[in-house]
């Protein structure tokens, strides 16, 4: 179990050359706007209506019914404004809008400049200009929907929707925080365009007549209101707004987890070994009108055979309410293969929203979190010690024999790669008593391998013991030239299992970090049948003395061939505190000689790698 709340990135650096966005928390917690609505046709009227018809839309062909409020930037290309053509420093085309014509279009400078031109410390809106009487178009008081279409990306911007009842007073019903940062880790823009819709019915009291709507651009981060990338904006555009009558009976789902990321962490492949009851969140919202009671019917299928079914307790929700449920199936598999999970929730006005699938995988040896790999990677443009790893927790003790990795697009050919496995007592990656259990240095082939899985042995195997948790993390030292990049999945990280090393915190503060937008692939493999690197190596430890030591030092080393040797010295925590390079190094016998003096009292360990594998000694610094 998540024993303690892991501490979350908050702004961090992307491959625009000024910033990287990991991920941003969602604002409202518990709200997921973005449904669809089927489309009827227009009636007119003082007619009752049977859901899903228009009762207002405006299509910014008549800028006039729109209020801008810049924040006090006149200049083009800040804040909101109403035509044609586009002018984001980052698109090249308009929103491809159903109406066409003129559209909003939101911007902030240009962060790629030199100087960058984000305006700092503002906040744009745009407003309907004069109220909408719902009851009076609708023949009401009925429950509404607001839909409209959108084109753009998000970085560290909020893009929030507010509606008011009397001009002043101002209620927030929406944000694009439900969608994933378009970063150098991954993310893309808006589908163009893409429907939004945002059920009123619960913000909405009843009888009104008077309705205001109003789009809002600021930070998302706004305690780091002077740190210019929280101001980067790629640009929104918004076109054919409408109001729409809400169906009586309408849920939607929106997502299905194939395991408990609140207490616990979503593996998509699990060895039959660490195989535990499945536990299966289902995210819906009632897009309806009314309070309605639903039962989630839930099955679960190995090649296509049912091998469990299941109803979850019924959940009552309000109009424009979401919740997800939790579903303890105490179903454990006992077979390896591709398992699909179905969820279905009864009919309704609505069917093309009423079932979700997910798949989660059994297998022999692999554990990993990472769904099917994408188009998405985890990279990092610092020059810096950059780390990409991910938590996991053993259910039976099992011998760890590698880490795999899936590598990416802009790994550099030949860098050293130090591969740590610490356990985590406290349950926290920053955590002090944090131990590191086993570690070594690995060296990127000549050829980049970006098609498959990589496995990285272990020089010497590691029991993983039951009930403890666990993270595996790759870590480099990066230079303008050698980068590392991790493929990941589509799926994102929402149970907060994907660990990054770097210099992400406030004022660049070096540590681990989770709350990330992209799930890594870096994955254990306890495959018996993997090689031991350290019977490969050219490299056999003598003695290494004094140890203790507590200032000059001497390790003895034999190589069975000419090559070149490698040596890094890390403390208990993974840092690097020592580092040599001895090529064109012959057979027979070496010494290594190092300084102790500098380094902190505590047990300090070896790694030695050449021709791809790696030996590892310890000694204690007193």
Known sequence: MKKVYIAILAIGFVSLGYSQKATESALLANKKFATE????SKTPGNLEKAGGDVIWSDNFSTASNWVIDNSGQTAAGYGWDIGATEQSWYFSSVINSTSDGN???LNNGNPTSNPATQALDVTYTITTAAPIDVNTLSGGPNNYILEFQQYGAKFNDAQEMYISTNGTTWTLVGDNSDIATLSQTGGSAYTNPTVKTINLS?????GTNSLWIRFSWTTAFPSSSTNPNVWVTYGWMIDDVRILEAYSDEFKMSTVFSGDVVNNWDYYSTP?????SRTVGIAISNE?????????????????ASVYAGVATPVTLAPGESDTVWFDTQFIAAATGLYTITATLPADQVLTNNSLTENFEMTNFLYGHNHPLGTGKLNFSDEAEIGIGNIYEIQADQLLKGIDVAFATGTTAGIFIDVFVFEMP???VQGADNLLVADFQYQMPATVNTTS??????PTPYTMEAGKIYYAILRTQQSATEKMAIKSSDKGDADFSTVCYGPFGTGDAVNN???????AAVSLNFDPSVQIAENESPVSFGSIFPNPTSGATTLQYTLSNDTDVKVAIVDVTGKVVYTANNKNQTAGAHELNFNAAAFTNGVYYVNMITEGSTVTTKFIKK
């Open 426 to 428: 406290s349950g926290s």
């Open 288 to 304: 309806g009108g009314i309070a309605q009671e639903k039962a989630i019917g839930l099955n679960i299928d190995l090649a296509g």
């Open 513 to 519: 970090f989770v709350g990330w937008d992209a799930a």
């Open 453 to 458: 899985f990589s496995t990285l042995v272990l």
């Open 37 to 40: 609505v089927i489309e009827s």
């Open 272 to 276: 039959l070994d660490q195989v535990i």
């Open 103 to 105: 559209f909003a279009e």
């Open 202 to 206: 619960g913000a909405l009291p009843g």
